[in-house]
Nanobody, 116 residues
Framework: QGQLVESGGGLVQAGGSLTLSCAAS????????MGWYRQAPGKQRELVAT???????NYADSVKGRFTISGDNGKNMVFLQMSSLKPEDTAVYYC??????????WGKGTLVTVSS
């Protein structure tokens, strides 16, 4: 079973920037998409952004224009550049990979806290 390891979370002031990284290791084959989801306290997990192996991206409306997702296919890594952060962006951010067969793998999450 493969695993995903996130890094880059932390505390930042509103208006600031932060970059998250996620590395896939182990037996992760045929990745079709990688992406980021987040879960704020008391809320359901929601999509933030995804990127396909071919480079097609998808963003939640709430982060369009502020967040940028990118990937390194050779290293099975995905990044999330976050700027103009808002307190409502505070959440645990989870990395996800999905294979062509529809199998999901999740990271353990990294906490992003945006102070006002």
């Amino acid at each position: 079973q493969g695993q995903l390891v996130e890094s880059g979370g932390g505390l930042v002031q509103a208006g600031g920037s932060l970059t998250l990284s996620c590395a896939a290791s182990g037996s992760i084959f045929s990745i079709y998409t990688m992406g980021w989801y987040r879960q704020a306290p008391g809320k359901q997990r929601e999509l933030v952004a995804t990127i396909t192996r071919g480079g097609t991206t998808n963003y939640a409306d709430s982060v369009k224009g502020r967040f940028t997702i990118s990937g390194d296919n050779g290293k099975n890594m995905v990044f999330l550049q976050m700027s103009s952060l808002k307190p409502e962006d505070t959440a645990v951010y989870y990395c996800n990979s999905r294979s062509y067969g529809g199998v999901d793998v999740w990271g353990k999450g990294t906490l992003v806290t945006v102070s006002s």
